[in-house]
């Protein structure tokens, strides 16, 4: 399912080589991210993205959390939800380096499969994540979260791209969920509500708003 090289920085890969991981994979992956789980104890998620601001998923606890080692990057070519695979979107993955800023949710241990099994379906269509369970830092201690990381040994990574083409494809782009720039917008606009800073982030919703106003 991954490749043994990186692909190029910045080109997206052909139409003909995106693949959707089987019921089996999809399964498979899931089983393998819980083999450490014990069945009675609850379990963290950590959102980044979309989950902060539409988790779909129940949650009997909620901590803002702090993750170093990554940081939050539009670097996950979308060829389902926020683009297609002839005219891929963006959407946020956490690429190695630096830190992130999100939130913990905690989900009882009775709905631990059923909100897997959802959660894969909407995470890893094609395994271009990789979970992982790492230590989040939240005001009430450490915890242990399952976190989808970047894999960036697969074709849907990208990175460096020029700011003038990442705006034009978070402006065009459009998948099964909507427009990718619903998407970047509705980011932004949810790390603001929880008070959360993303530099890089703020200046790119400035210049998205910009471009679409013809302001300079």
């Known amino acids: 399912m991954t490749n043994t090289f990186a692909p190029a920085p910045h ?43 539409r988790p779909e998923f129940q949650f009997i606890e909620q901590r803002a959390a702090l993750l170093h080692g990554y940081h939050r990057a539009l670097c996950l ?13 963006l959407v946020f993955g956490l690429d190695v380096g630096g830190s992130c800023r999100g939130m913990a949710y905690r989900i009882p241990a009775g709905d631990v499969p059923s909100t897997m099994e959802a959660l894969w379906r909407r995470e890893m269509p094609s395994g271009a994540y990789i979970p992982r369970w790492l230590r989040c830092r939240t005001d009430h201690g450490i915890v242990s979260a399952l976190t989808f990381t970047m894999n960036r040994y697969t074709d849907a990574y990208v990175r460096d791209l020029p700011a003038e083409r990442l705006i034009d494809i978070v402006q065009s782009a459009h998948g099964s969920y909507g427009p990718c720039i619903e998407y970047v917008l509705e980011t932004a606009r949810a790390l603001k509500q929880s008070n959360i800073q993303d530099k890089r982030l703020q200046l790119l919703v400035r210049e998205l708003h910009k471009s679409t106003t013809g302001t300079t």
């Open 77 to 89: 070519w979308s060829r389902v939800n926020r683009g297609t695979p002839d005219k891929p979107g």
């Open 11 to 53: 080109a997206a890969a052909a139409p003909s080589s995106f693949r959707l991981l089987t019921e089996a994979e999809r399964h498979a992956s899931m089983l393998d991210a819980l083999s450490g789980w014990n069945g009675d104890e609850d379990v963290w998620i950590y959102g980044y993205g979309s989950l902060i601001w």
